[in-house]
C-alpha cells in the first residue's frame, strides 16, 4: 500500500512540469544560442591566441622563464570571467523577463478577483490584454456565472407579483420555476 503512493510521487516527480511553454521554451532557445555564441567565440578567440604564441615561439629554441605564467593561462584566465559576466547577465535578463510576464499575469488576475469578490460580473476592456491559460480559465468562469445570473434574473423576473393560492395552475408554474432557480443555485 505505501510502495503504491511512493510510486506515484516517484512518477510525479519524473514529469516536467512547464508554467507556460511558450516563454520557457523562448528564454531556453535563447540561453542555449547565447551559450553556442559564447562558447563559439572563446574557442576563436583561444585559437587566434594560441596562433599568436605558437607564431611568436615557433623558431626560439627555450622558452624564456619570465616568471609569470604561461600565455595560455592568462588567455584562459580572460576568457572565463568574460564567459562567467555573460552568464550571469543573461540569466539576469531571463529572471527579469520571467517576473515580469508572471506579475503581469498574477496582476490581472488579481483584478478580476477584486471584481468578482464585489460581485462585479460585467466584462471589462482590460480583461483582455492580457492572454495566458489561466487568464482565459477565469474568463471562462466570469462567463459561465454571467450567464447563470441572467438566467436566474429572467427566472425571476418571469415569477407573478402577486400569487392567487386559489389557482392551481399558477402555482404549478411557480413550482416549476422555484425548482429550476433551485437547480441554478
Do not use: C
Given at each position: 500500500?505505501?510502495?503504491?503512493?511512493?510510486?506515484?510521487?516517484?512518477?510525479?516527480?519524473?514529469?516536467?512540469?512547464?508554467?507556460?511553454?511558450?516563454?520557457?521554451?523562448?528564454?531556453?532557445?535563447?540561453?542555449?544560442?547565447?551559450?553556442?555564441?559564447?562558447?563559439?567565440?572563446?574557442?576563436?578567440?583561444?585559437?587566434?591566441?594560441?596562433?599568436?604564441?605558437?607564431?611568436?615561439?615557433?623558431y626560439r629554441v627555450h622558452y624564456a622563464d619570465t616568471g609569470s605564467?604561461?600565455?595560455?593561462?592568462?588567455?584562459?584566465?580572460?576568457?572565463?570571467?568574460?564567459?562567467?559576466?555573460?552568464?550571469?547577465?543573461?540569466?539576469?535578463?531571463?529572471?527579469?523577463?520571467?517576473?515580469?510576464?508572471?506579475?503581469?499575469?498574477?496582476?490581472?488576475?488579481?483584478?478580476?478577483?477584486?471584481?468578482?469578490?464585489?460581485?462585479?460580473?460585467?466584462?471589462?476592456?482590460?480583461?483582455?490584454?492580457?492572454?495566458?491559460?489561466?487568464?482565459?480559465?477565469?474568463?471562462?468562469?466570469?462567463?459561465?456565472?454571467?450567464?447563470?445570473?441572467?438566467?436566474?434574473?429572467?427566472?425571476?423576473?418571469?415569477?407573478?407579483?402577486?400569487?392567487?393560492?386559489?389557482?392551481?395552475?399558477?402555482?404549478?408554474?411557480?413550482?416549476?420555476?422555484?425548482?429550476?432557480?433551485?437547480?441554478?443555485?
Amino acid at each position: 500500500m505505501n510502495t503504491h503512493s511512493e510510486q506515484k510521487t516517484a512518477q510525479h516527480r519524473r514529469r516536467r512540469h512547464f508554467i507556460d511553454a511558450t516563454i520557457q521554451g523562448r528564454l531556453l532557445a535563447a540561453l542555449i544560442g547565447l551559450e553556442l555564441i559564447l562558447f563559439s567565440g572563446a574557442m576563436i578567440w583561444l585559437y587566434i591566441d594560441l596562433s599568436k604564441i605558437i607564431d611568436e615561439n615557433l623558431y626560439r629554441v627555450h622558452y624564456a622563464d619570465t616568471g609569470s605564467s604561461s600565455p595560455f593561462i592568462a588567455s584562459l584566465l580572460t576568457i572565463i570571467p568574460v564567459i562567467l559576466l555573460v552568464n550571469v547577465l543573461a540569466l539576469w535578463l531571463a529572471d527579469v523577463i520571467w517576473r515580469a510576464y508572471i506579475r503581469r499575469i498574477v496582476n490581472q488576475l488579481r483584478r478580476m478577483l477584486s471584481r468578482i469578490s464585489n460581485l462585479d460580473l460585467r466584462a471589462q476592456p482590460e480583461d483582455q490584454r492580457v492572454q495566458h491559460d489561466v487568464i482565459d480559465r477565469a474568463r471562462s468562469w466570469l462567463e459561465n456565472e454571467r450567464n447563470e445570473f441572467k438566467q436566474i434574473k429572467d427566472m425571476v423576473q418571469t415569477l407573478p407579483d402577486n400569487l392567487d393560492s386559489a389557482d392551481e395552475k399558477e402555482r404549478a408554474r411557480v413550482k416549476v420555476i422555484l425548482r429550476e432557480l433551485q437547480s441554478l443555485i
